[in-house]
């Protein structure tokens, strides 16, 4: 899907949003980083205690104040896991995912994020690690505004089964997200201090 194919989200949407946006940078940006990714990798840990050796897993590359997922990909790594970091093709399309491995070499891509150079293998993955400045319990995730993750996600979803699962601080919890029907959900988000699976008590 890209947003040529997709209607407009309404003038309040976008008004909504955006106001949501700049509180949750506000607010991510005073939390303390402090050991939230090894926390982080505990709840996940916990979560989903073991995965089927080989699966491939969609992280990504911390940008600025976004939770260290660092260690939650080299605990995948060290535990039969296949870690793969997304890789932007342009404005409108969905994300690529190529394999990465602990130690190998990234370069920059658009908008200055770490990704894997075009000799890794292309994968993709079965559970997507899906970055967020906000999320509420009903699995709706506030995002940065390019609609990458939603393309993906509608993406591999018309493919078979994927788990999305988001990543943040529990900080990053609000009542609820302004969302719409281009908006993909959250099957679980997992914090530095839970995991919570949508939908389920």
Not at 91 to 119: D, I, K, N, T
Not at 142 to 152: I, K, N, S, W
Request: hydrophobic share 45%; glycine share 12%; with cysteine.
């Amino acid at each position: 899907m890209t947003d040529a194919a997709a209607p407009a989200p309404s003038e309040d949407l976008r008004r909504a949003k955006a106001a949501a946006r700049s509180a949750a940078r506000r607010l991510r940006a005073g939390l303390d980083p402090a050991g939230a990714g090894e926390r982080l990798t505990a709840c996940f840990a916990a979560a989903f205690p073991a995965l089927p050796a080989g699966t491939v897993v969609a992280g990504y590359w911390p940008l600025g104040d976004e939770i260290d997922v660092r260690p939650l990909l080299h605990h995948l790594a060290r535990t039969g896991g296949r870690p793969a970091l997304p890789v932007m093709q342009g404005p409108g399309l969905p994300l690529r995912f190529r394999a990465w491995a602990p130690g190998q070499a990234l370069r920059p891509g658009a908008f200055g994020v770490q990704e894997p150079g075009p000799e890794a293998p292309e994968l993709v993955p079965s559970l997507v690690l899906v970055p967020l400045l906000a999320f509420d319990r009903t699995g709706m995730r506030l995002g940065y505004g390019a609609g990458f993750y939603d393309r993906t996600l509608a993406l591999l979803r018309a493919g078979g089964a994927v788990t999305a699962v988001g990543i943040g601080h529990a900080a990053q919890e609000v009542p609820a997200v302004p969302h719409d029907g281009l908006d993909q959900p959250l099957d679980w988000v997992v914090t530095d201090r839970d995991a919570i699976r949508i939908g389920k008590d």
